[in-house]
């Protein structure tokens, strides 16, 4: 599709699901016009989050409600500036640009100000699925929610915008702005540096990144995984040691040898099991080593009370996405020591395939990336039919128990077992 008058809605197309069952067809809407600040970006890729799939199908409707439909999921984008307001001074037409979880905070609270928009005090906008709070991050027509990344255009602020580095693969860009900064944001807070001993729980499309960022901070990385077949991997992606999380005995070895436990796990889990591999004692500035949980389930409301509990001195913590700093940090930091994630382009008539691998638990720790730049190609030749999906995909229920029951029975195994003493 030709870009539309900036000055005007601009109608695109994009991949939406009419409800929970995630069947994936192409919609046409528009994104609003462009503002003074504003970047339009034609897209050529986006990555496929496991959030996307907690997301669209409503498992994260017992916390935050049930989502909006139709619904346009996707916060790993990567292409091209085509267009930029008036105002715009951080990006130029031509320039490679990317948009993660984030489209919009009001700037002016204590978190905004130190680059962390993603705890905005007076909430942040996500880059689908959600409501324009503060101004920035209009739809068209006004009112209505955000739509995300599975789509031809993205109009973002260029406050939001990440700037891609022109030697760093457009298609692996995306994954960066999720995967890599929700593993180096935790890293760079709890001060991973060289000869930190990092554990990085569950080995998909987190738990790779997670691996190459912390070796690349100079980390000793421990892989810790239920598939013992999952160590070659782990060897390859920069990791030292590798755990079977079901071997008694490598479990009783690692005991007491890490300073921060990273656990990437999207499901429910017993992740308690897990403290006992951390040092007890604490560093120089009463940070004690600590495992924080980072998959959507009902152990990341556990982790962010015992967080508030305690403070530094927690031994248990919870982590999201970062923040717009953190995020062209880790896109920086990847392009200088060329780290990519394990990575495959797939056309967006896929949509049902990918997430039937990501519901199964996602082995192969591959991110899946939507190839943008075909799907135009084939609006603009007027062949929509080739981007419909099979059908809806056949997906479990969902197991995050992440609802009332499920927290609340988390936070009482918190204090009933003195995990945060």
């Not at 994009?14 to 994936?24: L, T």
């Not at 705890?119 to 991050?137: E, F, L, P, Q």
């Not at 880790?330 to 519901?359: G, K, N």
Request: charged content about 20%.
């Amino acid at each position: 599709m030709d870009v539309m008058n900036p000055k005007e809605p601009m109608e695109f197309v994009c991949m939406a699901c009419d409800d929970a069952r995630c069947h994936f067809k192409p919609l046409h809407a528009h994104r609003r016009p462009l503002g003074d600040r504003d970047v339009l970006i034609t897209l050529k890729f986006c990555g496929v989050c496991h959030s996307d799939l907690h997301n669209a199908g409503g498992h994260m409707a017992g916390v935050m409600g049930p989502p909006k439909y139709p619904f346009v999921p996707g916060h790993e984008l990567a292409g091209i500036v085509v267009a930029v307001g008036s105002a715009v001074t951080m990006f130029s037409v031509g320039d490679r640009a990317g948009v993660g979880c984030i489209v919009d905070s009001c700037l002016k609270c204590v978190k905004c100000e130190a680059g962390e928009e993603q705890m905005c005090v007076n909430k942040m906008t996500g880059t689908y699925g959600s409501d324009d709070k503060h101004g920035r991050a209009a739809t068209w027509p006004p009112g209505g929610q955000t739509l995300g990344g599975y789509a031809t255009f993205h109009v973002v602020d260029e406050r939001f915008g990440v700037k891609i580095p022109a030697t760093y693969p457009l298609e692996a860009a995306g994954p960066v702005m999720c995967a890599g900064v929700t593993m180096y944001d935790p890293m760079k807070r709890y001060g991973v540096k060289r000869g930190s001993k990092v554990g990085i729980v569950g080995l998909g499309g987190l738990g790779v990144m997670g691996a190459k960022i912390a070796r690349a901070l100079g980390a000793e990385v421990t892989v810790i995984s239920r598939s013992a077949t999952k160590e070659t991997l782990a060897l390859r992606c920069g990791a030292t040691n590798f755990v079977c999380s079901e071997d008694k005995e490598d479990m009783r070895r690692a005991r007491g040898t890490l300073d921060l436990i990273l656990n990437t796990v999207p499901i429910a889990h017993d992740y308690f099991r897990f403290q006992k591999l951390l040092k007890h004692s604490g560093g120089e500035d009463g940070q004690r080593a600590k495992q924080v949980i980072l998959g959507l389930h009902s152990g990341l409301a556990t982790g962010m009370v015992a967080l508030g509990l305690k403070g530094k001195k927690t031994p248990l913590a919870a982590s999201g996405i970062g923040g717009i700093r953190a995020t062209q940090e880790v896109m920086d930091l990847c392009a200088a020591h060329d780290i990519v994630p394990e990575y495959r382009v797939v056309p967006v008539s896929q949509l049902t395939e990918i997430y039937e691998e990501l519901d199964s638990g996602n082995d192969s720790g591959i991110r899946y990336v939507l190839d943008i730049a075909s799907m135009a190609q084939a609006v603009k030749e007027g062949n929509e039919e080739s981007l419909c999906t099979s059908g809806p995909p056949q997906l479990s229920p969902s197991r995050s128990s992440l609802n009332g029951q499920g927290i609340i029975g988390e936070i009482a195994k918190l204090f009933c077992c003195c995990y945060i003493c």
